[in-house]
Every structure is written in structure tokens, then in C-alpha cells.
């Protein structure tokens, strides 16, 4: 006996039939937003491995204290997130998806809005929101039609106005909140605009960094800059000339508070900036960035440029000027490293802390009590020897790698450096010596260049408000019924439907029949 499934014709899709079902199930909301949520989730990678773009230093660091897990992550990219190809394939989809989402969208919604309200119900009591109310003496069934249009359009209502046939009278169709629908798809083309914007800022912005110490210009090529990411369309010619000269840098400390003494209030640069128009004084500050031919310029950080001249072995100047010491703490007492590939015969190297109020402990073991350089020292090791800079590879300027050094002064062999303002110290075996000659302050500044900032931040704010109103305006559809009753009187029959959810509706019925009562149950003379 055959089985009646095997009666069933099967419909074959074939290759154009899955491309439709493939389209389909692309450009539904569902996928969109599960689109949205993985490129979210695809995201956080790029917050946990450090990627190449930003610091290709600290990929390689990873890669030596990792050496089984690096290929493994390197295979997947994730220390290049943002331009992998599985990250690009799920931005690219999802913007697919949500094209396909608002064109077919729009299409329907602007069809409905060029229609009328929907068919008038026969039995307008099978709505959610209903009721019915006699008009007053004088008013027929077409007068009164004409006089409720006009109260709902008033009240924001599309109304359709239809004549009495077929052995019933005039009725009304009316609709309001399509602007609901509206905020929706605006909100949804503005998501796809953040995508567009943020694209172009991808393509064609920069981001870099640079350490400006007291009395130096920056200037805007690519040459100034201490480390650079341009996005893939970036070109050189579109860089804004604009210089930057740090004039000074004054930061408030707390000396009031026991429990936060020391912490830093405000930070304060005085910057002269010149576009090309001449000189002009500004000031720089945290949250309060420079606006420079397009680029915004934070300031992200700040610290203590020693002043520092090496003398090599020959008795010439090898190094001369600041070198920046980084902040380890509250207090400022800050890593420094200095290296000094020119050096002869040997490369020299520097490393070691700078204290900007320099005391002594119980143990005797140096240490900074105030961030203000009240009474400043260096206490510096000094290293010999091949320092790698010939190699090619990627080195951390504050990181010294002191393994293949010799080791010259230390605090171990009993004659590490501790050099005050104004001093020298002598090097062992006339290999040079070594001047602290003062303290400078430095600014770690940001520099944004970006696009799509406006156009994002333009798409930003309409799907914040598009969002809005789609939340908060309700869509309802109204009928309202005029029939003459058995008394001569006119009797207005009236039903709600919401289109979703709507707890207001109730609400929306009874201020519509207490506008028809406030204007139509009053006798009249006149209303045919």
C-alpha cells in the first residue's frame, strides 16, 4: 500500500528559487538583527588581542611571550579585527540586510500612505474599543459625517469620507500614526547611513599620537608623527598643514584632601597653533580637543622630559635634549630609558627612574612623595653594547631589552647613577658620561582625522529620534457609522482597532466620543 506523502508532488526550487529563499531569509528583521549583535560580538577581539594597526610592538611582544597560541590567533586574524575578512563579510551583510530591509519597507509604506483607510467594517461592535450615541435634532446622517471628518482631522486622522450605499448610510474610515512606521524605516536607513559614515572614516581618516615637550612644534606630516594608522584609502596630500607649539603645561594638584593628596584637578596647555592665517594662542585641555584643518587634537597624557646630554667615549655629544620618562604612579615616578645608538666606540643605554620629589624611607630605598618636581633625581643603570636598532625589528622606545648589554653602573654593583638637576656622572672605563641639566613637562597628545564624524554623528541622531517616535506613537485605525435611528435622530456608531499593541486605546475611544458628543449631540437647524 502507498504511503500518501508519496502521492505529494515535491516542488523543486532550483538555483533561482534558492537564490529568492537565500534573499529572503537575508533581508529579514530577525537576520538583521542577529547581523548586528555579531558584529558586536565580533568586535570585542579587537578590545582583548592587540591589533597591528594600533601597536605592532605589542603584536610582537605577544607573539614571543605566546609562541604556541600566536599562529592559532593569527590564522583566525585576530590581531588585525577589523580588517579581517570574516569581520568585512558580516559588516558587508549586514548592510545588505538592512537595505533589503527598508527598500521593500518604504515601497508598501508609501503605497499605504498614498490609500485610503480600510473598508468600514460591518459590525463595528466586534472591535477591541467601541460604542455607539445619538447626534442631535437637525443633524442628518451625511451633515454629521461631514461635520466628525473635519473634528478628526483636527485630531491628526487620515479621513475617508464614504457615501451612503447599498441600503446603509455614510460612513468614515479614518487612520493616524503612520508616522510610527515612518520613524521605523528612518531609523533603520539612518543605521544604514552610520554605516556608510563609518566606512568613510575607515577609508579615508587617520588616527596618530605624538609627544610634544615644552618649546616644541609639532607639525602635521607624516614624518612628525610617533605612531600612524591611516585608513585603506588614506593619501599623504591630505594632510592639513597646521602646526602645534607647546608653550606650556601646568597641572593643579590636590594638597587639600589627606585621602587623594596628589591627585591632578586640571591639566592646562598653552599652545600657539598657525593654519596659515598666522599664530594664534589657545588652550588645550581634557574633553576640550583642538579643531585643526578637519583634525580634532586631544590631549590624552602628559609627564616629566629630563634634559639630558651623553658624551661618548670620544668626547662628542651623542645625545642632547629631553627624553621622556613615563608615569608609573600617582606620584609621578616615572620609567625612563634613553638609548643612544651614536654613541662610540659602543652604543650606550640609559635606564632607570626619575623622581620628581625624590625622598628616602626606613630602608633607605628612594622613592617620590609629591608629583611636583620639588627636588628631582635620576637613578639610571648604563648598559653597553649592541642595542638592535640595525635589526629592522620593532622596538618599544621605553622598553631596554638588557640581556645582550653589558651592564656598566647599577645600584647592584654599588655605583648606579643618582644624578640631581645640574650633574654629571662619569662612565666606567671612559666609555662617556652623562648630564642631567633640568626637568621639562611634556603633553601626550591624539590627533582624529575623520570624515564621517559629522555624517555619523547626523545618522546617530536620527535613529535616536526616529527610534522615539516609533516607540512612542501609537498606530490606530477608526470607523465611524451614520445611520438615521427610530426616533428621526441620527445614530453615530463608532470601533477602534490598534495596529500592535496599544494601551491607550481605551483612552483614545473615550476622547473621541467625548468629542462627538461635545459637537453633534446638541439639537441644530441647520445641518443637512
Known sequence: MAHASDDIAQPKLGPLGWLRFVWTQLTSMSTALFLLLLLAVGAVPGSIFPQRSVDAVK??????????????????????????????????????????????????????????????????????????????DGWTPAGAADAAAALLRKRGYRVDVRPAAGGRGPSIGAERGLVKELGNLVFHASLIGVLIAVA????????????????????????????????????EDSLTPYAVKLDKFSVQFDRDSKSHYGQPLAFHADVTTDTGEGPQKQVLQVNSPLSLGGDKVYLIGNGYAPVITVRDGQGKVAYQGPAVAVPQDGMYTS????????????????????????????????????PDPFAPTLTLNSYTGDLGLDAGKPQNVYVLDTKPLTELNSRAKGNGIVLAPNQTAELPNG??????????????????????????????????????????????????????????RTVIGYGLLARGEDLRLSREAQAVRELLEKHLTSDSENRS
Open 59 to 136: 603584536v610582537a611582544q605577544y607573539k614571543k611571550d605566546h609562541p604556541d597560541l600566536f599562529p592559532v590567533l593569527d590564522a583566525l586574524q585576530f590581531f588585525d579585527v577589523f580588517s579581517s575578512a570574516w569581520f568585512s563579510a558580516i559588516y558587508l551583510l549586514l548592510f545588505i540586510s538592512l537595505i533589503g530591509c527598508v527598500i521593500p519597507r518604504a515601497r508598501v509604506h508609501y503605497r499605504h500612505w498614498r490609500s485610503a483607510p480600510p473598508k468600514t467594517p460591518a459590525r463595528l461592535e466586534r472591535l477591541p474599543e467601541h460604542g455607539s450615541l445619538e447626534a442631535g
Open 200 to 235: 568613510i572614516g575607515g577609508l579615508y581618516g587617520y588616527k596618530g599620537q605624538r609627544i610634544i615637550v615644552e618649546g616644541e612644534t609639532f607639525v602635521n606630516t607624516l614624518a612628525s608623527y610617533d605612531t600612524f594608522n591611516p585608513g585603506s584609502r588614506f593619501s
Open 335 to 370: 620609567l625612563f630609558v634613553l638609548k643612544v645608538p651614536d654613541a662610540k666606540p659602543g652604543q650606550l643605554a640609559f635606564s632607570g627612574f626619575l623622581l620628581p620629589t625624590t625622598m628616602r624611607n626606613a630602608q633607605n630605598v628612594s622613592y617620590s612623595a609629591d
Open 431 to 488: 666609555l662617556g658620561s652623562i648630564t642631567f641639566s633640568g626637568l621639562k613637562r611634556y603633553i601626550a597628545v591624539d590627533v582624529h582625522h575623520d570624515p564621517g564624524e559629522g555624517l555619523a554623528a547626523l545618522f546617530a541622531g536620527l535613529a535616536f529620534f526616529s527610534l522615539i517616535a516609533s516607540l512612542l506613537i501609537a498606530r490606530r485605525r477608526l470607523w465611524l457609522t451614520f445611520e438615521p435611528g427610530d426616533n428621526g
